[in-house]
């Protein structure tokens, strides 16, 4: 969770350097939070056996898989929040807008797939898919300037 709260503090320090605390800059943090967070967190599981024999208190080792799937669960649902938030906006979004619009299907992706397997293969599959997803997000920044048509 910590280095989750990490990824986001850059948003912070430059809202708080150009004074521009704007609703939609937190929306973009809180969704970049949740995204970062389930990555860790599938990572988690993607590690179980290693966590496990060392002794490591993930959230995997001290829940278990199932309580894991389901906190991953509410925190990709709770993602679905700041999505749909920014994507009634559109004229704040630019052409950014496509990417978010992206996004609800790739997490409805990650969800089935979190469920759908339990093999470590399946979780590196998902941990791909997410950091492909932030990339993209990163890459669509630019979008922003580009009016909607």
């Not at 949740?34 to 990572?43: H, P, T």
């Not at 920014?86 to 790739?106: D, I, N, R, T």
Request: aromatic share 18%.
């Amino acid at each position: 969770m910590f280095a989750s709260f990490l990824a986001i503090i850059p948003f912070f320090a430059i809202a708080l350097y150009y004074h521009n605390f704007s609703f939609w800059v937190m929306c973009h943090a809180f969704f970049l939070f949740l995204i970062v967070l389930v990555r860790d967190i599938i990572k988690d599981l993607q590690n179980f056996k290693g966590d496990w024999v060392r002794k490591y208190h993930t959230i995997a080792v001290v829940f278990g898989k199932k309580t894991t799937k389901y906190i991953l669960s509410f925190l990709i649902v709770l993602a679905f929040g700041p999505v749909l938030l920014l994507l009634e906006e559109k004229a704040q979004l630019g052409k950014m807008y496509y990417y978010f619009l992206s996004c609800l299907p790739v997490l409805f992706l990650v969800l089935v797939l979190l469920w759908s397997s339990d093999r470590q293969k399946t979780y590196l599959w998902i941990h791909n898919i997410l950091k492909a997803l932030l990339l993209a997000g990163v890459g669509s920044i630019v979008l922003v300037r580009f009016p909607l048509a």
